[in-house]
């Protein structure tokens, strides 16, 4: 499966749980984020640590270049070649730090949400 369709996939997943009733908007949202972030964040990290260099680096480099040197981390999940003139080849699909971030980011912004809405409702006069 590319790895564009994971990304739809798992967006329309964390659509859905937007339409659902009975919660807040914001649990919707966080449950959503959840569904979007986590797998991405997994896949990032599973895509970190199973990338192997001399396999992957060498098909992207002239038969007469060698690549360089070879970094990788897992936070946020990066994993890139490099070659001598400057060139890289990112081994990480190019989607999954924005998608986890951005999960993360709202999931963090609606739990301050909550908790302020929360704390007002127990301190009105």
Known sequence: MPSWTVL???VGLGLLCLRSSG????????????????P???LGEAE???????RMCAPAAPVT???DRYEDQLLPPH???????????????PWITPAFLISFGLIAVCLV???VTHYRKGHQH
Do not use: M
């Open 113 to 115: 949400t909550l908790a």
């Open 23 to 38: 919660t807040s908007r914001h649990l919707n949202i966080i449950l959503g984020c959840v569904i979007v972030g986590v």
């Open 48 to 54: 970190v640590l199973l990338a192997d260099p001399a």
């Open 65 to 67: 270049e060698q690549w």
């Open 40 to 42: 991405s964040f997994l």
């Open 8 to 10: 739809v996939v798992l």
């Open 79 to 93: 994993a890139t070649c490099h070659w001598d003139d400057g060139r890289t080849v990112d081994l990480v699909s």
